[in-house]
Nanobody
Framework: QVQLVESGGGSVQAGGSLRLSCEAT????????MGWFRQAPEKEREFVAA????????QYSDSTKGRFTISRDNAENMVYLEMTNLKPEDTAVYYC??????????????WGQGTQVTVSS
């Protein structure tokens, strides 16, 4: 049974930083690509960032490129999302996902329960 558990969300003022973590259990972590998505109230879930199984490749949405950094630690079964220069429009529930290197949610098999990020102006 694959489980993904996010942590690190919270409230921060605009311009601040947060680091999200996601611990994966249940299957060999290093075989799978990982992604972060987010969903704001009354909006569709959107892609944030993805990292390949080895960590060699990363991709970002246009709105997060240059501000967010995705990374992973295969020895610890962890994936991270370092978020800097946060803006109010970054407010959303952030989800960790495991699957195939893609910006499409349909390419990910498993999802975490989400962690709330709130950015105030």
């Amino acid at each position: 049974q694959v489980q993904l558990v996010e942590s690190g969300g919270g409230s921060v003022q605009a311009g601040g930083s947060l680091r999200l973590s996601c611990e994966a259990t249940g299957r060999t972590f290093s075989r799978y690509d990982m992604g972060w998505f987010r969903q704001a109230p009354e909006k569709e879930r959107e892609f944030v960032a993805a990292v390949s199984w080895s960590g060699a490749r990363t991709q970002y949405s246009d709105s997060t490129k240059g501000r967010f950094t995705i990374s992973r630690d295969n020895a610890e079964n962890m994936v991270y999302l370092e978020m800097t220069n946060l803006k109010p429009e970054d407010t959303a529930v952030y989800y960790c996902a495991q699957g195939y290197y893609s910006s499409s949610a349909s390419d990910y098999d498993y999802w975490g329960q989400g962690t709330q990020v709130t950015v105030s102006s």
